[in-house]
């Protein structure tokens, strides 16, 4: 089945550094979507990219669909950064396969 | 923005006993779905329905019913629930399948004691 693999599991900056997440996945897919998990749970979406690089604030998306891959970059990080970020791939079929998320912490 | 709310926010429920959680979209979503999300991982499909009066089985649809009565809401109902139930319920809702950005709500979080 669908496979979605993210890196690093966890991740600890400094305030001002930056961060870059990683997303393979293990089949082709249709779409990659970049979901940011508040500490208190609640879910937003960042970024839907079927393709190639968006950019939002300090957030760069990028998907490289032929080649299974897909990263969230992060710079000038802030203590309001912490919390877990998902990339999500919607299979061909529809399904949406959520990966297992990068737990990020950033301190001052 | 796109808005989906869900009831209650959290419940706690006893084994064996009935649990309905709901979910309600004012974005005149046709798809609606049900995930589920433990600790510490990514969030799994449940069910999802894609026209009022029909459901369709996600991933993990086992000891779950789901209930849609109109293009607005969408129940997730838990028969019998289970100590393995326990972890935090999205629903969430799309203009259509595959190639659609899905909007979440914010989650109810039940624990099954």
């Known amino acids: 089945g669908q496979q979605v693999q993210q890196s690093p599991a966890s991740l600890v900056l400094q305030e001002g550094e930056n961060a870059e997440l990683q997303c393979n996945f293990s089949?082709?897919?249709?779409?990659l979507q970049w979901f940011y998990q508040h500490p208190g749970g609640r879910l937003v979406s960042l970024f839907y990219n079927p393709s190639g690089t968006k950019h939002t604030g300090r957030l760069t998306s990028t998907t490289v669909t032929n080649e299974r891959r897909g990263s969230l970059h992060i710079s000038s990080s802030q203590t309001t950064d912490s919390g877990t970020y998902f990339c999500?791939?919607?299979?061909?079929?529809?399904?949406?396969?959520f990966g297992s998320g990068t737990r990020l912490q950033v301190y001052a | 923005e796109a808005a989906v709310t869900q009831s209650p926010r959290s419940k706690v429920a006893v084994t064996g006993g009935k649990v309905t959680l709901s979910c309600h979209q004012t974005n005149n979503h046709d798809y609606m779905y049900w995930y589920r999300q433990d600790t510490g991982h990514g969030l799994r499909l449940i069910h999802y329905?894609?026209?009022?009066?029909?459901?369709e089985k996600g991933d993990i649809p086992d000891g779950y019913k789901a209930s849609r009565p109109s293009q607005e809401n969408f129940s997730l109902i838990l028969e019998l629930a289970s100590l393995s139930q326990t972890a935090v319920y999205f629903c969430?809702?799309?203009?259509?399948?595959?190639?659609?950005?899905?909007?979440f709500g914010p989650g109810t979080r039940l624990t099954v004691l």
């Open positions: 329905s894609y026209v009022a009066d029909s459901t």
């Open positions: 999500a791939i919607v299979q061909v079929v529809g399904q949406l396969t």
């Open positions: 089949s082709t897919a249709t779409r």
């Open positions: 969430a809702s799309s203009d259509g399948w595959g190639g659609y950005e899905q909007y």
